[in-house]
C-alpha cells in the first residue's frame, strides 16, 4: 500500500501563490504517476494536474499556465505550484499516485486551499 500525505494548503488571496507537496511512503516502487485532483463544495472532484516518473506532464484546462507539477523521485515527493490563484480554485486537493496516469488508486487525506476574492 501507498499512503500519501499532503501539506501547504492555507488561504490566500486572488493573484496570489501557494505550493503543495504531498510525501508518499509505503509501497513507493508501485508509483509511475503522482498528481493532484481538486473537489470544491458542491462539486464533483476533477483532475487537476498529473506526472509521469519520467516528468512528463498533463494539466487540466482551467489551470494550464498558472499551475506547475513537478516531483522528485528520490523523496517521493510530488509538488504543485499554484500561481495567479483565482477564487474558482477554492477547494480541498487531493494528492494521488498510482501504477499509470489512469491508474491513480492511492489518494491522500486533502488540504484545503482557500482564494479570497
Known amino acids: 500500500q501507498v499512503q500519501l500525505v499532503e501539506s501547504g494548503g492555507g488561504l490566500v488571496q486572488a493573484g496570489g501563490s501557494l505550493r503543495l507537496s504531498c510525501a508518499a511512503s509505503?509501497?513507493?516502487?508501485?508509483?509511475?504517476?503522482m498528481g493532484w485532483a481538486r473537489q470544491a463544495p458542491g462539486k464533483q472532484r476533477e483532475f487537476v494536474a498529473v506526472?509521469?516518473?519520467?516528468?512528463?506532464?498533463n494539466y487540466a484546462d482551467s489551470v494550464k499556465g498558472r499551475f506547475t507539477i513537478s516531483r522528485d523521485n528520490a523523496k517521493n515527493t510530488v509538488y504543485l505550484q499554484m500561481n495567479s490563484l483565482k477564487a474558482e480554485d477554492t477547494a480541498v486537493y487531493y494528492c494521488?499516485?498510482?501504477?499509470?496516469?489512469?491508474?491513480?488508486?492511492?489518494w491522500g487525506q486533502g488540504t484545503q486551499v482557500t482564494v479570497s476574492s
Open positions: 506526472i509521469s516518473n519520467s516528468g512528463s506532464t
Open positions: 509505503g509501497s513507493t516502487f508501485s508509483i509511475n504517476a
Open positions: 494521488t499516485a498510482g501504477p499509470g496516469r489512469y491508474l491513480l488508486s492511492s
